[in-house]
């Protein structure tokens, strides 16, 4: 099947760290732009972070968690990572990773793979 699974999600401290992955099955995520949304309950979807296809490699972060979470792919996994670092209350909400063929196509949320999603909750 063409599949995206989350996980890596969970309960941490303010300050602290999760490593989220986004596994592909089905296809390769090498030739695909692959974005990293959040969305909170009573709270608008938020793009976190963009990865740009293999190709182009390109990085992009959110204001929001410039400078404390890294996306990163493992081809060989067909995974794509978010580091998370320095964790706030504000961070808290379901993750997901979703798929698409640009950029461009991420940001207007027109994808064309994406996952159920991981609960990332940061609370002391």
């Known amino acids: 099947q063409v599949q995206l699974v989350e996980s890596g999600g969970g309960l941490v401290q303010p300050g602290g760290s999760l490593r989220l992955s986004c596994a592909a099955s089905?296809?390769?995520?090498?030739?695909?732009?692959i974005g990293w949304f959040r969305q909170a309950p009573g709270k608008e979807r938020e793009g976190v972070s963009y990865?740009?296809?293999?190709?182009?490699?390109?990085?992009y972060y959110a204001d929001s968690v410039k400078g404390r979470f890294t996306i990163s792919r493992d081809n060989a996994k067909n995974t794509v990572y978010l580091q998370m670092n320095v964790l706030k209350p504000e961070d808290t909400a379901s993750y997901y990773c979703a798929a698409a063929g640009d950029l461009r196509k991420l940001a207007s949320h027109r994808y064309d793979y994406w996952g159920r999603g991981t609960q990332v909750t940061v609370s002391s």
């Open positions: 089905g296809f390769t995520l090498d030739y695909y732009a």
């Open positions: 990865i740009s296809s293999s190709s182009h490699g390109g990085r």
